[in-house]
């Protein structure tokens, strides 16, 4: 997430393909049509409230969506005086952990408004003027604003009270359909990461692509199932110490993880869930979902397999063996279109797996796009070549800290935010997030097949 600089850095490169200034505007646009709807479903009460200390107030959230809009697209990108100045210091994140935020002086829902409302008339005057360098800023202000929007839906996922967000059903698996459990993804060299000149979307964790070389491997087609997680529960996973990396074991212990966040058993002894004020089943052919890395790693050890890395993960999405290229998306360059993923909040809720056929990564693996973010088996680093854009604190400060690599965004992460270079990190305790996994192990290295 983007906050306050607090340390300088190079300006951004100027891409070799330029964002159009309409693209931008519609990006800036969508995002902010989502941020209210997620805040006006709400009084003012609700939106006050804290309602976990691991989530900010909903109302912080709106505010310092405008903060740091004034500050990287006004102050920034237009060098324009500052509107409000005075806010900078409480909605700075860096300076205020989430379970505090709710005791600053937080502006009231209708103020915040006003002012995010504010900021944006001058930002698009901005737009109108601004060149190719500033294009940047306007990109990483609207996926920083759609990846609060993100997190403010897991602030909704978590309150207590009546439903208040709607949505309709996903879409389900092609009838009679009978996929593989897995998908081999051949040895060989690929291209990790990106370049302005391919992507100027990407953000500076994203950067530079560089060649990598890895060894065959079988990837799950799918991510785990909720039938298949609940048969690592059946046969005593979350009681076998064998299974769990030793911080995990400690953690399950002391916070006395007996199954994923939101699933209790009712009398009957049948799993159910809370679902954005909602109790109902668990569905068994869904993809698992809010589960600690602990939790996804330990599982993968009981199958048998192993969490993949993120490089794995991005080969499988975006490498096509048969032109060597290195694709955007896993269906190709095209931007994702409610055909090929579950993504942007059109669905509260993750597809089946085996969904969405067109978008189909090259290897045959589905669903690595949308319904649930995918933890790996990586530590948040940079790469090689890494240069932090436009400030330290945006990515480089978390590197090497313990944060594990989530990759594919989920059913509430907008397309705008989600391609197959983008990573997302976390602690791997942490599963109010929209988390799920995928497995894989290695190839016979003789055959390269298993």
Same mark, same amino acid.
């Given at each position: 997430?983007?906050?306050?600089?607090?340390?300088?850095? !190079?300006?951004?490169?100027?891409?070799?393909?330029?964002?159009?200034?309409?693209?931008?505007?519609?990006?800036?646009?969508?995002?902010?049509?989502?941020?209210?709807?997620?805040?006006?479903?709400?009084?003012?009460?609700? /939106?006050?409230?804290?309602?976990?200390?691991?989530?900010?107030?909903?109302?912080?959230?709106?505010?310092?969506?405008?903060?740091?809009?004034?500050?990287?697209?006004?102050?920034?990108?237009?060098?324009?005086?500052?509107?409000?100045?005075? /806010?900078?210091?409480?909605?700075?994140?860096?300076?205020?952990?989430?379970?505090?935020?709710? =005791?600053?002086?937080?502006?009231?829902?209708?103020?915040?408004?006003?002012?995010?409302?504010?900021?944006?008339?001058?930002?698009?005057?901005?737009?109108?003027?601004?060149?190719?360098?500033?294009?940047?800023?306007?990109?990483?202000?609207?996926?920083?604003?759609?990846?609060?929007?993100?997190?403010?839906?897991?602030?909704?996922?978590?309150?207590?009270?009546?439903?208040?967000?709607?949505?309709?059903?996903?879409?389900?698996?092609?009838?009679?359909?009978?996929?593989?459990?897995?998908?081999?993804?051949?040895?060989?060299?690929?291209?990790?990461?990106?370049?302005?000149?391919?992507?100027?979307?990407?953000?500076?964790?994203?950067?530079?692509?560089?060649?990598?070389?890895? !060894?065959?491997?079988?990837?799950?087609?799918? !991510?785990?199932?909720?039938?298949?997680?609940?048969?690592?529960?059946?046969?005593?996973?979350?009681?076998?110490?064998?299974?769990?990396?030793?911080?995990?074991? /400690?953690?399950?212990?002391?916070?006395?993880?007996?199954?994923? =966040?939101?699933?209790?058993?009712?009398?009957?002894?049948?799993?159910?869930?809370?679902?954005?004020?909602?109790?109902?089943?668990?569905?068994?052919?869904?993809?698992?979902?809010?589960?600690?890395?602990?939790?996804?790693?330990?599982?993968?050890?009981?199958?048998?397999?192993?969490?993949?890395?993120?490089?794995?993960?991005?080969?499988?999405?975006?490498?096509?063996?048969?032109?060597?290229? =290195?694709?955007?998306?896993?269906?190709?360059?095209?931007?994702?279109?409610?055909?090929?993923?579950?993504?942007?909040?059109?669905?509260?809720?993750?597809?089946?797996?085996?969904?969405?056929?067109?978008?189909?990564?090259?290897?045959?693996?589905?669903? /690595?796009?949308?319904?649930?973010?995918?933890?790996?088996?990586?530590?948040?680093?940079?790469?090689?070549?890494?240069?932090?854009?436009?400030?330290?604190?945006?990515?480089?400060?978390?590197?090497?800290?313990?944060?594990?690599?989530?990759?594919?965004?989920?059913?509430?992460?907008?397309?705008? =935010?989600?391609?197959?270079?983008?990573?997302?990190?976390?602690?791997?305790?942490?599963?109010?997030?929209?988390?799920?996994?995928?497995?894989?192990?290695?190839?016979?290295?003789?055959?390269?097949?298993?």
């Amino acid at each position: 997430m983007t906050q306050t600089p607090l340390a300088p850095s !190079p300006p951004p490169p100027s891409p070799a393909r330029p964002i159009e200034p309409a693209a931008l505007a519609a990006a800036l646009h969508a995002a902010r049509l989502r941020t209210h709807d997620l805040t006006d479903c709400l009084p003012e009460s609700e /939106l006050a409230a804290q309602h976990s200390p691991l989530m900010s107030p909903l109302v912080w959230d709106l505010a310092h969506i405008a903060n740091q809009e004034e500050i990287w697209l006004l102050r920034r990108a237009g060098a324009r005086a500052p509107l409000r100045a005075d /806010l900078d210091h409480s909605y700075d994140a860096f300076r205020h952990a989430r379970r505090d935020r709710a =005791a600053l002086p937080l502006l009231p829902a209708a103020e915040a408004r006003r002012y995010a409302a504010e900021v944006r008339a001058h930002a698009l005057d901005v737009l109108a003027e601004a060149g190719p360098q500033q294009a940047f800023f306007f990109a990483m202000i609207a996926q920083h604003e759609q990846q609060h929007d993100e997190t403010m839906l897991a602030t909704h996922q978590l309150r207590r009270g009546h439903p208040v967000l709607h949505a309709p059903a996903p879409p389900r698996a092609p009838h009679g359909e009978k996929l593989p459990a897995e998908v081999l993804v051949p040895a060989g060299p690929f291209t990790l990461g990106t370049d302005p000149a391919d992507d100027p979307w990407a953000l500076d964790n994203e950067r530079p692509a560089h060649r990598r070389e890895l !060894p065959a491997f079988w990837l799950d087609t799918t !991510p785990v199932s909720n039938a298949a997680y609940q048969e690592f529960i059946a046969a005593g996973g979350y009681h076998e110490a064998r299974w769990w990396h030793p911080d995990g074991w /400690l953690h399950r212990r002391q916070a006395n993880l007996t199954a994923p =966040a939101y699933w209790y058993r009712d009398l009957d002894g049948r799993w159910l869930r809370h679902r954005f004020g909602r109790v109902e089943p668990v569905p068994p052919d869904e993809p698992v979902l809010h589960v600690t890395w602990y939790e996804a790693d330990a599982y993968a050890r009981w199958a048998g397999r192993r969490l993949p890395t993120e490089a794995e993960w991005e080969k499988a999405a975006r490498h096509d063996p048969a032109t060597g290229r =290195a694709l955007r998306h896993p269906w190709g360059d095209a931007p994702a279109a409610p055909h090929h993923a579950n993504l942007g909040q059109r669905h509260l809720r993750p597809a089946p797996v085996g969904a969405y056929p067109d978008g189909a990564a090259p290897c045959g693996a589905r669903q /690595l796009l949308g319904d649930v973010w995918e933890w790996t088996s990586t530590e948040f680093d940079g790469y090689p070549g890494f240069v932090a854009q436009p400030y330290r604190e945006y990515s480089e400060v978390f590197f090497t800290a313990g944060y594990r690599v989530l990759r594919g965004g989920s059913f509430g992460t907008d397309p705008v =935010a989600c391609r197959a270079t983008f990573r997302n990190w976390d602690l791997p305790e942490r599963r109010q997030i929209f988390a799920g996994f995928r497995t894989c192990r290695d190839a016979d290295p003789a055959t390269g097949a298993g």
